[in-house]
C-alpha cells in the first residue's frame, strides 16, 4: 500500500516544502541535492500512497551502521501508521544489507519520534548537548542493534 521509491531530483521541491512545514531548522536544496548527488553513502527515499508523496526519509550507509539522518511524514498524513510503515522498511533493509547498527539523533523535546523509535526498540546511548540550534537543545543519541559484533579479541 505504501511504497518506497528512490528520490529524484524530481522530488526536491515537494520535500522541502514538507520540512519547512515540520522542522524549526529545515534542511535547505542545497542540503538534500547533496545527499543525491555529492555523499556516496547516502541513500534517499521518498513514501508514497496512491502516488502522493507522504514522507521521506534520508540515511547513511557506513562500516556496517546505517544512520538515520531525516525521517519525515507530512502533517496532514501524520498519525496514520505511515511512520511505524517507514520503521519496518528501515528495520527490513537493514537486515537485508547486513547492518549491525541503527542509529540516529533527535531533538529532546520531539515527543513524538522518541516515542515512535522507542516503540521500535531503538535504546537510548547518550546525549549531544545544545547540539541543535534555532531553538538551541540537546540531542538524544538513539541505537538498534540487528546482530551484536563479534567478540574477537
Ligand atoms: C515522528 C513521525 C515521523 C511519526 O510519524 P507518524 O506517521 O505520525 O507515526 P505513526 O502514526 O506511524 O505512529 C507510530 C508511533 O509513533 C509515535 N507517535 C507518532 N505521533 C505521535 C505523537 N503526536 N505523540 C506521541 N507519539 C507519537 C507513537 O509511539 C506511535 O505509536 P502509537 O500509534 O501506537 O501510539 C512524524 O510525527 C513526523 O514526521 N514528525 C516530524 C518530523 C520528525 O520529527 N522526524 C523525526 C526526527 S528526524
Not at 48 to 66: C, N
Not at 78 to 87: F, L, N, T, V, Y
Request: no cysteine; glycine share 6%.
Amino acid at each position: 500500500m505504501y511504497t518506497f521509491e528512490k528520490m529524484t531530483p524530481a522530488d526536491i521541491e515537494e520535500v522541502i516544502a514538507i520540512e519547512q512545514a515540520i522542522f524549526s531548522s529545515p534542511w535547505t536544496t542545497g542540503m538534500v541535492r547533496a545527499e543525491l548527488f555529492d555523499n556516496p553513502f547516502s541513500f534517499s527515499f521518498v513514501i508514497r500512497y496512491l502516488g502522493q508523496m507522504v514522507g521521506y526519509l534520508f540515511f547513511w550507509e557506513v562500516a556496517g551502521e546505517f544512520h538515520l539522518m531525516n525521517l519525515a511524514v507530512a502533517p496532514k498524513y501524520q498519525r496514520q501508521g505511515i511512520g511505524a510503515e517507514a520503521m519496518k522498511w528501515i528495520l527490513g533493509m537493514a537486515q537485508k544489507r547486513g547492518m549491525h547498527f541503527i542509529l540516529l539523533e533527535v531533538r529532546a523535546s520531539n515527543t513524538a519520534a522518541r516515542s515512535l523509535y522507542r516503540k521500535f526498540n531503538f535504546y537510548e546511548v547518550g546525549v549531544r548537548k545544545k547540539y541543535y540550534d534555532t531553538p538551541t537543545e540537546d540531542a538524544i543519541l538513539y541505537q538498534y542493534d540487528l546482530s551484536p559484533p563479534l567478540k574477537t579479541p
